[in-house]
């Protein structure tokens, strides 16, 4: 088990944020969300990197890798709020033709405790994945109807509420069910993690800029501490998703399960707290829509909800470490 990653998996994450800083830039993710707009060009381009086909062998049209690179290029995606049903993709690919080279665009939703049938970016997918406890079930997404929600938590992330489920063809049993719901909440904690260090590097930059009473804000030693707090709650969330992305690909180094709800807890954790820091750092201007702060934290908010909340993670990890 190695933690350390290697310059090849250095070299895909370079490649990744290099791409999204280019084509999914904060003022394009911005738009997104004040548009509700999805764009299938840059989605295509996306896919066209290999992204969502990371982990699918390159008998399946994949790229062939293991599935911590696909946990290190969704980090990287979440470090620049890139927007979409990433997650569903990433699942889907190798399973459903047309989703690795982005022609097909998945959503998916995880159906478990009763409630609405919340479904994410569900307008701009053309199939509709289902996962309950006897398996995952495939749908259009034209046989489904349902209600827009308004105003999402997330702007950059539409959510729709489905009048029901529909009929689905059955593509999976319980345990595909089962390694979608480990994979999916990895993917997300990841992007979470992602999101913490890209909270954090905004906080950063503005207190180098920001400047009172003649000095850089930075060099205050109250900021000081906050900044050091949201690095050290990133290295955190990195080392624990990491860990859990090893586990998955060598299940033989420890429970998978506990490894994939501490990432979660830490994961989430440092997004939402480093999302409150940025918006701190940034004072009265933190809260208004112009600063991008406000994009971390929404993004964060919804992210932590993804294949589970903080609170069954919790759960999770303390009925794993009883029943040792």
Known sequence: MDLQPTDDQAALVEMITAFAADRFSIETVR????????????????????????????????????????????????????????VAATLASGVIDGVIDGTVVPCIINVGSEGPLLVENFRSSDV?????????????????TGVDIGHPTDPTTPVTILDSLPKTERIGDSDLARAWRRRGSLLASAQLAGNSAGSTKLAVEYAKEREQFGRPIGSFQGLKHLLADSWIRTEMARSSVWAAGVTIDEPEVGSIDRAIAGARLTSARAATENAKTCVQVHGGMGFTWEVDAHLFLKRAWVLETQFGSIDDAAEDVADLYATR
């Open 31 to 86: 738009s997104f969300g004040e548009q509700g707009g999805f764009d299938r060009s840059r989605w295509a381009e996306l896919a066209a990197l290999g992204t969502f086909g990371i982990s699918v062998p390159e008998e399946q049209g994949g790229v062939g890798l293991h599935f911590i690179d696909a946990v290190l290029v969704h980090e990287a995606l979440g470090a620049s709020l890139v927007p979409g049903p990433l």
């Open 128 to 144: 509709l994945l289902i996962i309950d406890d006897q398996g995952v079930g495939l749908a259009r997404c034209d046989d489904a």
